[in-house]
């Protein structure tokens, strides 16, 4: 069964940093290109950073230079160190393959908040 677990969220300052995490398990692991997702207040869900099984990264220009992705592939990890917050990076994250479906298995997701 398919499980994503994302954690590390929280309540930071306008320039501070969080490191978010994500535990994979099921068919997914680290069978696939990975990302980080987020859902800000009624906006849509869109993709902040991606992973290939080989490392390679990709970032929205909103994140470029300032959040990095990476993972662990022998401890079917994701991760999403993020620098410099501002708070419209406020949302609730969330990590999935590389082109997940809204229709897609999701997990509960982190709630990252940054104050002005």
């Known amino acids: 069964q398919v499980q994503l677990v994302e954690s590390g969220g929280g309540l930071v300052q306008a320039g501070g940093s969080l490191r978010l995490s994500c535990a994979a398990s099921?068919?997914?692991?680290?069978?696939?290109?990975m990302g980080w997702y987020r859902q800000a207040p009624g906006k849509q869900r869109e993709p902040v950073a991606t992973?290939?099984?080989?490392?390679?990264?990709n970032y929205a220009d909103s994140v470029k230079g300032r959040f990095t992705i990476s993972r662990d592939n022998a401890k079917n990890m994701v991760y999403l160190q993020m620098n410099s917050l501002k708070p419209e990076d406020t949302a609730v994250y969330f990590c999935n393959r590389f082109g997940a479906k809204e229709y897609d298995y999701w997990g509960q997701g982190t709630q990252v908040t940054v104050s002005s």
């Open positions: 992973v290939t099984l080989g490392g390679a990264t």
């Open positions: 099921g068919s997914i692991r680290t069978a696939y290109g």
